[in-house]
């Protein structure tokens, strides 16, 4: 009987938390897609790789939720127990409240332990996968990009000018090319337009100048009837190598233990640079993925703080209150955390410590207020 009862209020839980987690990391999602769309409107990239990106950033934004989410279930279900009278189903079949509290927190760690694993392993590499969407992409929107009259610098060491453009035909060129080593090449252009396909695209020009300046800072020049220049060597402005929190666990890991047997040593693993620059971001990288996820317990707890005081005891309703308040509070305190552990050394022990500290101090006061209720 113990068994079915714990397993109906698990299975509401569970239900509850994974409508609100999807409910919230939809609304973030697509308040987030709107802003990818500069992966388009700015960026040049095409269709394909903006869904890519996107999609791929669900993991990130539901990793972020989940520690709302999971208190919100626990309070919300909890609450409507005690509301409706349903625990004292529990209470009737010789299930005491710390053998109750006891069995959230090990639901909480199945939690912890789903949270760990999608911001250890899952989050880091969607987010690289994403990140290839935009290194491996070609700019399939940047001809619609270029507009007359406005300088067009979408793509890295190009610049773009043009007075009049109808279709993909325009008059009046200017592009300045910085691609040369230690100089750069000016082309003027009279006419000219965009051909070739979603692989390969270029510019046609007619009746034009070349200006180049040289190494030796000198300037020559010569005039063509008709030139072709190859926009498909160009690169995307947006940021292509892997950021850090794109980089795997594994990686960051053997970053930091370079870095804590010599400090000033400079090195490339897997594309990211170990130095002593970036080991406060490592450091705060690494807190999030295996420090946040032990914060779930400590909300369940308070969460499961609404069944140590009876609905009818006199002010239970400022009590829900309080509880609601505290566990948004720790909360928002766990994602403040992430930047006091690199601040020192001091800082960062007492960081790693607060967890175990909110741990036990929320689990003997939910004793203590089912003590002093009965």
């Known amino acids: 009987m113990k068994k079915t009862i714990f397993n109906?209020?698990?299975?509401?839980?569970?239900?509850?938390?994974?409508?609100?987690?999807?409910?919230?990391?939809?609304?973030?999602?697509?308040i987030q897609a709107v802003n990818f769309i500069d992966i388009i409107s700015e960026d040049g990239h095409g269709l394909a790789t903006y869904f890519s990106y996107a999609f791929l950033n669900i993991?990130?934004?539901?990793?972020?939720?989940?520690?709302?989410?999971?208190?919100?279930?626990?309070?919300?279900?909890?609450?409507?127990?005690?509301?409706?009278?349903?625990?004292?189903?529990?209470?009737?079949?010789g299930i005491t409240k710390t053998e109750f509290l006891n069995k959230l927190i090990f639901l909480s760690l199945i939690f912890g332990i789903f949270s760990f694993l999608l911001s250890y392993f899952v989050v880091p590499y969607t987010q690289?996968?994403?990140r290839s969407f935009i290194r491996d992409s070609n700019l399939?929107?940047?001809?619609?990009?270029?507009?007359?009259?406005?300088?067009?610098?979408?793509?890295?060491?190009?610049?773009?000018?043009?007075?009049?453009?109808?279709?993909?035909?325009?008059?009046?060129?200017?592009?300045?090319?910085?691609?040369?080593?230690?100089?750069?090449?000016?082309?003027?252009?009279?006419?000219g337009k965009i051909i070739g396909n979603e692989n390969s695209k270029y510019l046609s020009l007619d009746d034009g100048i070349i200006i180049n300046y040289g190494k030796n800072k000198k300037l020559t020049s010569f005039n063509f009837k008709q030139?072709?220049?190859?926009?498909?060597?160009?690169?995307?402005?947006?940021?292509?190598?892997?950021?850090?929190?794109?980089?795997?666990?594994?990686?960051?890991?053997?970053?930091?233990?370079?870095?804590?047997?010599?400090?000033?040593?400079?090195?490339v693993i897997e594309k990211l640079n170990c130095q002593k620059s970036f080991l406060k971001n490592l450091t705060q990288e690494i807190y999030k993925r295996t420090i946040l996820p032990f914060y779930i317990p400590i909300i369940c707890i308070i969460g499961a703080l609404v069944v140590a005081k009876s609905s009818n005891n006199e002010g239970f309703k400022n009590f829900k209150i309080k509880i609601?308040?505290?566990?948004?509070?720790?909360?928002?305190?766990?994602?403040?955390?992430?930047?006091?552990?690199?601040?020192?050394?001091?800082?960062?022990?007492?960081?790693?410590?607060?967890?175990?500290?909110?741990?036990?101090?929320?689990?003997?006061?939910?004793?203590?207020i089912k003590k002093s209720s009965n």
């Open 140 to 191: 399939d929107f940047f001809p619609s990009l270029i507009k007359p009259k406005k300088f067009i610098d979408t793509v890295e060491n190009l610049t773009i000018f043009l007075d009049e453009k109808n279709e993909n035909s325009m008059k009046k060129i200017l592009i300045k090319d910085s691609t040369i080593s230690g100089g750069s090449q000016l082309i003027i252009s009279k006419a």
């Open 8 to 30: 109906n209020l698990f299975n509401e839980v569970t239900l509850f938390f994974l409508i609100c987690s999807l409910t919230l990391t939809l609304i973030v999602w697509i």
């Open 128 to 130: 690289n996968k994403a």
């Open 59 to 93: 993991p990130k934004i539901y990793s972020k939720l989940l520690l709302l989410s999971f208190f919100l279930s626990i309070y919300y279900i909890l609450g409507v127990y005690e509301e409706k009278n349903q625990l004292i189903i529990f209470w009737i079949n």
């Open 227 to 267: 030139s072709s220049f190859n926009l498909s060597k160009y690169k995307t402005k947006t940021t292509i190598t892997p950021k850090i929190q794109e980089t795997n666990s594994k990686t960051i890991i053997k970053c930091l233990k370079d870095l804590s047997s010599n400090i000033n040593n400079k090195t």
């Open 324 to 368: 609601f308040l505290v566990g948004i509070f720790v909360i928002i305190f766990s994602q403040i955390s992430v930047n006091t552990i690199s601040i020192n050394l001091l800082t960062g022990i007492s960081t790693l410590c607060v967890p175990l500290i909110l741990f036990l101090g929320t689990y003997f006061f939910f004793l203590k």
